[in-house]
C-alpha cells in the first residue's frame, strides 16, 4: 500500500469516528478485534445504501422479491451448502514476527506484483514509441512474456493446490515464489492449515442435549431453503430472483483494514433462479447490470473493474468479482457467481424433500440454476466514504483556510439539508422552525442555530450534508433563503418554496433510481 494511500485510510477511518460514523465496537473495553458499530451519522448512510440497493432490486424488477431469514439455521443446512466441509481458508503463520496470513492471498498478491511489473514496462515502452501498439507489445516483449508465464504457472499451482486441498503445495509454492513477512522480511513460515470461518455456538438449555449450531456465513441459504415457499405463494415464474440483505458472521484470518474485513459483516444478495442450461446468458445479464449500478453512484467509473475467478468456490463453475479502488487498493467489493444447481440438489438430498420447479412452458420439473449477485454493504460504505472524503484548500486566510469535505452521492447523504438560521434572534429561528417543518417530512433535516454560519457550513460539509439553506432577515421580507452547495460551496438565492424542488431533483432516491430505468 502506498504510503499516502495508507494516510487516506487512517484520515477516512479517524473521521469516520469523530464525525459519528463509525466506532469501534464496545470501545470502552478497548474495543473487539474486527467488529464495529455504525454511530448517528454512519447508520443514515448505511440505511439509504441498503434503500438504494433495495429499491432497485425488488421495485425496479418485478420479478424479483425480499425475504428476511433468520441467522439461525436448521446445522444441516451448513453440511448441506458444503460450509462445514469446505468453508475454509489456508492460513500460515511467520515464525519471526508471529503474524498470521491468508497462505492464497499472500501468492495472489505476488501475482498482483507481477501484473505491475508488466504495467510499468507498458508505461515505459508507451512513453517511447508514438504509436504504441499495447496488444502487439505485450504479445512479443520478451521480459513481459517471462513475466506472463510465471504468472500462468503460478495461478495453475494456486488453483491445483487450492482445488485438491493440498497445504503442502501450497506451502512449496510460497517457499518457490520467494514471499517474505512484509514485517519481519523473513521466510521463515509454518506449514499452511486449514481453517473453518464458521463461527459456532449452542442452541438449547441443557448441555448434553443442546444443538451445535452456526451463524450463518452468507445470507444466501436462507434465500435457498424458502425458495419452494417464495415461489409457491408468490407464483414466481421462472426467471426470478429472491433479494436479502442481513447480517453474516466469519471467523476471518486476517481482520484488518478497517471495515473491509470484517467478524460481523452485513451482506445484500440476490438469487436469481433460472432454467439449466441459460446460466451463462444471466451471469452477463447480472455483471453488467450490476457494473451499472455501482456507476452510477458517481464515485468515478475507473474505480470499478471486473476480476475473474480463477479459482472457484466449491459451488461456483463461473465466477468474477466487481473490485472497488479502496484506499488498499482495488479489492473485491461485490461477487457474481453462476452457482449451478448446486445448492437447491443438495439442500433436495440433505432434506428429502423436492425442491423442483415445474416449468408450463417446458411441461417438465427441474432444480433451477442459481445467478447469486453479493455485495457488502459495509465495503460499499467504505468505497462511498473513502472516495467522498476530500481535503480542501480554500486560499481564503485565517479560520476559513481549509475544510473537509463528504462529497458522497446526495441522495446517501444522512442529512439532505441542514437548515440555519443567521441569528439567534429577530424571529429567524421561527422562520427556519417552519421551514424544516415543511421539508421533514420529505427530507432529513438538520437544524443548527449556534456557533458562526461558517463553523456550521465546515460542520455540514464534514457530514456529507448537500446543502445549507440560510435564513437571514430579508427572508422575513420576502420569503427567499440562500441555498449553498456542498461541493462547489456556491450560494443563491431562491424563494423558500423552491427549496422542495431543489431537494427533490438532486438529493432523492428517486433521483439516484432513475439513472437506471
Ligand atoms: P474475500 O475474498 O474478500 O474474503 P469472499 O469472496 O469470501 O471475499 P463472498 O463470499 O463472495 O466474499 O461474499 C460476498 C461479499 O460479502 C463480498 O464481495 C464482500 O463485499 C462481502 N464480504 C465478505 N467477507 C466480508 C468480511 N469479512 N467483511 C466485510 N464484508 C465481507
Not at 104 to 124: F, G, Q, W, Y
Request: glycine share 6%.
Amino acid at each position: 500500500m502506498a504510503q499516502q494511500d495508507d494516510n487516506v485510510l487512517k484520515k477516512v477511518i479517524s473521521h469516520a469516528k469523530e464525525y459519528g460514523f463509525i466506532f469501534p465496537s464496545s470501545e470502552i473495553y478497548d474495543g473487539l478485534s474486527a467488529v464495529y458499530d455504525y454511530g448517528q451519522n454512519g447508520v443514515e448512510l448505511k440505511n439509504n445504501i441498503k434503500e438504494y440497493w433495495w429499491r432497485f432490486m425488488t421495485q425496479l424488477h418485478d420479478n424479483i422479491v425480499g425475504v428476511d431469514a433468520a441467522i439461525f439455521m436448521h446445522p444441516t443446512t451448513w453440511k448441506a451448502s458444503g460450509h462445514v466441509d469446505a468453508f475454509n481458508d489456508p492460513m500460515v503463520d511467520n515464525k519471526d514476527s508471529k503474524k498470521r496470513y491468508r497462505a492464497d492471498v499472500l501468492v495472489e498478491d505476488a501475482i498482483a506484483k507481477m501484473e505491475e511489473k508488466i504495467e510499468k514496462e507498458v508505461e515505459k515502452a508507451a512513453k517511447r514509441f508514438e504509436n504504441f501498439d499495447r496488444a502487439m507489445f505485450v504479445s512479443t516483449n520478451p521480459r513481459v512474456l517471462e513475466y506472463q508465464k510465471k504468472i500462468d504457472e503460478t495461478n495453475a499451482r494456486l488453483k491445483a493446490a487450492m482445488g485438491s486441498n493440498d497445504m503442502p503445495a501450497m506451502k512449496q509454492l510460497i517457499a518457490d515464489l520467494e514471499i517474505a513477512d512484509p514485517i519481519s522480511g523473513t521466510k521463515n513460515w509454518t506449514d499452511v492449515r486449514q481453517f473453518n470461518l464458521m463461527f459456532s455456538t449452542e442452541m438449547g438449555s441443557i448441555a448434553e442435549e443442546a444443538n451445535k449450531i452456526y451463524l450463518r456465513p452468507e445470507t444466501a441459504q436462507g434465500i435457498f431453503v424458502n425458495f419452494l415457499n417464495v415461489q409457491k405463494t408468490g407464483r414466481m415464474k421462472i426467471p426470478f430472483g429472491i433479494a436479502q440483505i442481513g447480517k453474516a458472521f466469519r471467523n476471518e484470518i486476517v481482520a484488518r483494514q478497517f471495515i473491509f474485513r470484517m467478524r460481523e459483516f452485513e451482506q445484500m444478495e440476490m438469487q436469481f433462479f433460472i432454467r439449466p442450461g441459460e446460466e451463462m446468458k444471466w451471469y452477463e445479464y447480472w455483471k453488467a447490470k450490476r457494473m451499472k449500478w455501482h456507476q452510477s453512484l458517481g464515485l468515478g467509473e475507473d474505480n470499478y473493474r471486473f476480476h475473474d475467478h480463477l479459482n472457484l468456490a466449491h459451488y461456483a463453475n463461473a465466477a468474477c468479482d466487481i473490485q472497488f479502488n479502496f484506499p488498499m487498493g482495488f479489492k473485491e467489493l461485490e461477487g457474481i457467481h453462476s452457482r449451478t444447481d448446486f445448492d437447491l440438489k443438495n439442500h433436495e438430498k440433505y432434506s428429502g424433500k423436492k425442491l423442483q420447479y415445474f416449468d408450463p412452458e417446458l411441461n417438465q420439473s427441474y432444480i433451477p440454476f442459481v445467478v447469486e449477485t453479493s455485495v457488502g454493504l459495509d465495503r460499499l460504505f467504505l468505497a462511498t466514504l473513502s472516495k467522498g472524503y476530500k481535503e480542501e484548500k480554500l486560499g481564503t486566510g485565517g479560520e476559513e483556510n481549509e475544510r473537509v469535505v463528504l462529497s458522497i452521492p446526495p441522495a446517501l447523504a444522512p442529512h439532505k439539508v441542514a437548515v440555519l438560521p443567521l441569528v439567534r434572534k429577530d424571529g429567524l429561528p421561527e422562520k427556519a422552525e417552519k421551514i424544516v417543518n415543511d421539508l421533514k417530512l420529505d427530507f432529513r433535516c438538520y437544524y443548527e442555530d449556534k456557533d458562526t454560519i461558517g463553523r456550521r457550513y465546515r460542520r455540514m460539509d464534514a457530514i456529507g450534508t448537500p446543502y445549507c439553506v440560510t435564513v437571514d432577515h430579508q427572508s422575513l421580507q420576502d420569503d427567499t433563503v440562500t441555498i449553498r452547495h456542498r461541493d462547489t460551496m456556491q450560494q443563491e438565492r431562491l424563494s423558500i418554496s423552491a427549496v422542495k424542488n431543489v431537494l427533490a431533483e438532486t438529493c432523492s432516491m428517486k433521483s439516484l433510481l432513475q439513472k437506471l430505468v
